[in-house]
């Protein structure tokens, strides 16, 4: 079955204690990203990756860092994490375009609900 | 930058009830996704229309790409299709997908 898999689904924990959420998926994306969702602020792009080892800052990056070292996991570190970083977050990919007309489904993950304290 | 507009932002049914949910955007766009977002919270893919119609069961889409619109119809609503409907869009030669603000829908049994 294609889908993109998040881990953990859920995470409750303190303020610095560096934790990682990883994601992958089966379908031989290129494009990878990462999202958090808030109330009222919608969903905002973290950072998003093109191809293995190409990776680039969304709206909100601040606090967070990526890797891209395989096609199928782009994980996204949390190196100290804050309470403003409590939220959902959520993994997508999508194949390459292939020409202006002919662009690639996004398919998300399930979400990870973090919660910092 | 390209901005996505979805109305009504709140609508609530009774089941068996038909709806008609609307995202405008304000430049031509490449790609455009409806995903339902359930009580859960996971993120539902329902179509993938950058323009024309298609239908998938009891909900069908339309984009209209050079007026720049989206419609998502909902026929005969259960209390299943509750939750968050969002329309998504990418601007021709970006990568970035711009989501609206959804539409709330609660189906009453």
New interface residues.
């Given amino acids: 079955e294609a889908q993109v898999t998040q881990n953990p689904r859920y995470l409750i924990t303190v303020t610095g204690k560096k934790l990682t959420v990883t994601c992958s998926q089966n379908m031989n994306h290129e494009y990878m990203s990462w999202y958090r969702q808030d109330p009222g602020l919608g969903l905002r792009q973290i950072y998003y990756s093109m191809n293995v080892e190409v990776t680039d800052k969304g709206d909100v990056p601040e606090g967070y860092k990526v890797s891209r070292k395989e096609k199928r996991n782009f994980p996204l570190i949390l190196e100290s994490p804050s309470p403003n970083q409590t939220s959902l977050y959520f993994c997508a990919s999508r194949r390459r375009d292939r020409g202006s007309e002919n662009t690639g489904e996004l398919f998300f993950g399930e979400g990870s609900r973090l919660t910092v304290l | 930058g390209i901005q996505v507009e979805q109305s009504p932002p709140d609508l609530i049914l009774q089941e068996g009830a038909n709806s008609t949910l609307r995202c405008n955007f304000s430049d031509s766009v ?2 455009l ?1 409806w ?1 339902h977002q359930n009580p859960w ?3 539902i ?1 329902l179509f ?1 229309i ?1 323009s024309g119609t298609k239908q998938n069961g009891r909900l069908s889409a339309t984009t209209v790409a050079t007026e720049r619109y989206s419609l998502l119809y909902i026929s005969s609503s259960q209390t299943t299709d509750s939750g968050v409907y ?1 329309c ?1 869009v ?1 601007a ?2 970006t ?3 711009i ?4 539409t709330r829908l609660k189906v009453l049994a």
């Avoid at chain 2, 989501?99 to 959804?102: D, K, L, R, V």
Wanted: charged share 10%; no cysteine; proline share 5%.
């Fill in positions: 490449n790609n996704q995903f919270g996971q993120l893919n993938y950058p969002f998504a990418r021709s030669g990568y970035k997908y989501f609206g603000t959804g």
